[in-house]
């Protein structure tokens, strides 16, 4: 596959992701199906599938297109930086947030059964794994990512907190943690840190001449030096 297909294939599934949350949306909304019974009921053995199912899963429009375009841009941002791993990625923040909230998750409120839904679980994911990730890599277009990430999302800290009582905030406490743990298990695996190696001259004098103008070449002018 061509650097090209790569590319494309990269921007294809998050594509794809968001449009498979939109066609179930459709579903549940014209058709009335009532979806929301395969969302999570925090430590009920029968809502063991929602751990998966609630991420394709919203309560109403304003749910869906609010999550809508956090989730796009976190997918893209990382499906395009992190291509090798990004799909495990995906996949693990869906399952870890998701049994997060079902082990610890709100059962009842005001006397009420809850049941969580919505793909903000996999939103908090991304964000945690994409911060997390460009800091301990130390490559700088890793730390860019981060501090964009930063910039555009800095505001999600509000949503650790039981302020709204509607919104499931362990939810989001939960991908935020999942986020961060994948974050560390894949520090080893996609873009690593910028490195440059010092040579000493027994090193240049076994090095192809061309090989050794380049690097003289870069000496002369660190700022060209590429990584």
């Known amino acids: ?29 014209n058709y009335k199906l009532n979806l929301s019974e395969f969302g999570i009921y925090p430590r009920n053995i029968s809502s063991l599938p929602g751990i998966i199912l609630h991420f394709f899963i919203h309560a109403n429009f304003h749910h869906v297109l609010s999550n809508t375009f956090s989730l796009l841009v976190l997918l893209l ?22 049994t997060g909230v079902w082990l610890f998750g709100r059962s009842l409120h005001n006397g009420s059964g809850i049941v969580h839904v919505g793909s ?8 945690g794994f994409l911060l997390l990730s460009g800091l301990l890599r130390k490559n ?21 907190f039981p ?21 560390l298990l894949y520090r080893k695996k996609g873009p690593q840190a910028n490195i440059y190696k010092l040579l000493d001259d027994d090193d240049l ?18 700022e060209k030096q590429n990584d």
């Open 1 to 29: 596959m061509s650097e090209k297909e790569r590319v494309k294939f990269s921007i294809l599934n998050p594509f794809l992701i968001v449009l498979a949350i939109w066609i179930v949306f459709y579903f549940d909304f």
């Open 77 to 98: 941002l990382l499906f395009v930086f992190y291509e090798t791993i990004a799909l495990s990625v995906f996949v693990f923040s869906l399952i870890m947030s998701g």
């Open 120 to 127: 903000s679980t996999v939103i908090f994911a991304l964000f």
């Open 140 to 160: 700088r277009h890793a730390m860019a990512l981060s501090g964009l990430v930063i910039f555009l999302y800095g505001y999600f800290v509000w949503g650790l």
């Open 163 to 183: 302020i709204q009582p509607e919104v499931s905030w362990e939810g989001h406490i939960s991908g935020l943690v999942s986020g961060c743990v994948l974050a």
């Open 205 to 222: 004098d076994a090095l192809p001449e061309e090989q050794k103008f380049w690097i003289q070449t870069n000496d002369e002018n660190p």
